[in-house]
């Protein structure tokens, strides 16, 4: 089994800055990509941040400058710093990962997903 653990969201005025965090633990061969996506009431769960895998980062076009996620391999984490928030960013953010679990499966496994929430 493979879990993933999101932290960090919160309540911030627009204009700050929030740091999420992921890691991944259990039976863990290798973690080909890990990635960041949202989810606002009412929408569709969207793509916010991809670490690549082996390429350079990719961004939604509503973050690109403010949003910025980095990749820890050795401690199979992935954070998401996120500067100069703004209300639409409001959602729940949900930690990705593609990974090959000890049972030589590749599977995406997801996180139970962080609350992150910008007033105006």
């Known amino acids: 089994q493979v879990q993933l653990v999101e932290s960090g969201g919160g309540l911030v005025q627009a204009g700050g800055s929030l740091r999420l965090s992921c890691a991944a633990s259990g039976s863990i061969i290798t973690i080909k990509r890990m990635a960041w996506y949202r989810q606002a009431p009412g929408k569709q769960r969207e793509l916010v941040a991809d670490?690549?895998?082996?390429?350079?980062?990719t961004y939604a076009d509503s973050v690109k400058g403010r949003f910025t996620i980095s990749r820890d391999n050795a401690k199979k984490m992935v954070t998401l710093q996120m500067n100069g928030l703004r209300p639409e960013d409001t959602a729940v953010y949900y930690c990705n990962a593609e990974v090959l679990s000890g049972q030589l499966r590749m599977q995406d496994y997801w996180g139970q997903g962080t609350q992150v929430t910008v007033s105006s």
């Open positions: 670490s690549g895998s082996g390429v350079s980062a």
